[in-house]
């Protein structure tokens, strides 16, 4: 008796949890691809390519340096005495460091810059994205690039929709 008491409670669970499941609305976003679509994006991206050759021309410049002082060093070195040698090699060495230092500095701007840039562009996808799933309703909104499967049949895509709040074509 217990069994079968164990059994039909079970049952009834698992029809009360498909059914809340079956009422709820759902939904989907490919949110790279909106993303991607927004001109703030795009200007974003814009800038940061500028940004980014800024950086790799402070880096180029000290290159040049370092490449022209080791030429120098190569070239003239057998007729320096041993103190200038040390000076002119430790000046190699200091430009050597200068240069690791600065792409090391380099990536870290680059990295602050972006975050600077993208991280408006993602808020407000977001935020759009949030009002559209709760205008219509919706109870989960998955991402559609990090989901196995989507039944189009059974959820929306809102990738269209977020795109009209947002005024992308």
């Known amino acids: 008796m217990k069994n079968l008491l164990k059994t ?6 698992a029809m009360l949890v498909n059914t809340t499941f079956a009422q709820q609305k759902l939904a989907h976003i ?3 691809e909106l993303i991607q679509s927004m001109p703030e994006f795009k200007t974003a991206q814009e800038k ?3 940004y980014e050759k800024e950086l790799v021309a402070t880096i180029e410049e000290i290159q040049v340096e370092r490449n022209k002082k080791y030429d120098e060093f190569q070239k003239d070195s057998e ?3 041993a103190e200038k040698k040390e000076v002119k090699s430790q000046e190699i060495v200091n430009i050597e460091r200068r240069l690791q230092e600065q792409q090391t500095n380099a990536n870290d701007l680059f990295s602050k810059k972006q975050e600077e840039l993208i991280s408006p562009v993602l ?3 977001s935020d759009a994205i949030n009002k559209i799933a ?3 309703g919706y109870v989960y909104v998955f991402e559609a ?4 499967y989507v039944d189009e049949t059974q959820s929306t895509n809102l990738l269209s929709e977020v795109k009209k709040e947002l005024g992308i074509n």
């Not at 039909?8 to 669970?13: E, N, S």
């Not at 690039?145 to 196995?148: G, I, M, S």
């Open 134 to 136: 709760k205008a219509g």
């Open 145 to 148: 690039t990090t989901v196995h």
């Open 79 to 81: 007729t320096w005495s």
């Open 48 to 50: 940061l390519v500028a």
């Open 123 to 125: 808020k407000k996808a």
């Open 30 to 32: 490919n949110r790279t």
């Open 8 to 13: 039909v409670f079970v049952i009834a669970l």
